[in-house]
């Protein structure tokens, strides 16, 4: 909200409905892709790659990860949202992240993006990728923060995702 601190682009609200900072979205996601093109030069496959991140970074993530060109292992969002959910499933156009699995997870007592957001943002994903590879939990009595049954929700998906080589 034009305040000067450490973020992945600028909030002007926190509701769906609130202008966005497309610009600094964009940009940002173009940042993360420069490092998945970096990892992959690397030797790291693509499908052996996921995103994910906590409120801002969960957004960048989801954003980043559905307009894609690779084709990645999952996405981990935590206690966020679609940015620019209006321009999908149009701007996933290159389709390659269709199947990608996603585990959502979301504070029923979040204060800041409120359990409804993900909850909208969870059906929103169903209209881009296939409905069966979102998993929504929630978790009763979290804030706008963590827990340690997410965090075992994040282990296993992760696990189960990139078994080890």
């Keep these: 909200m034009k305040m000067v601190m ?14 966005e900072d497309e610009t600094g979205i964009k940009k940002a ?21 996921i ?33 620019l959910h209006k321009t999908f499933p149009q701007a996933a156009s290159y389709g390659m992240n269709k199947d ?13 993006i409120p359990v409804r957001f993900g909850a909208l943002t969870a059906d929103k994903l169903k209209a881009i990728v296939t409905p069966s590879r979102i998993l929504f939990r929630t978790f009763p009595g979290m804030v706008h923060g963590s827990c340690p049954q997410e965090m075992l929700a994040v282990k296993e998906f992760i696990e189960k995702l990139l078994p080890r080589i």
């Design 6 to 19: 450490p973020s992945w682009f600028d909030l002007m609200g926190l509701s769906p409905d609130a202008p």
């Design 29 to 49: 996601a173009e940042n993360i892709k420069a490092v998945i093109e970096h990892e992959i030069k690397n030797g790291i496959p693509a499908d052996r790659i």
């Design 51 to 83: 995103l994910g991140g906590f409120s801002q970074g969960g957004a960048l993530s989801l954003y980043t990860a559905l307009t894609c060109s690779h084709q990645l292992a999952g996405i981990v969002a935590l206690s966020c949202w679609l940015p």
């Design 100 to 112: 990608i699995p996603i585990l959502q997870c979301h504070g029923e007592m979040d204060p800041m």
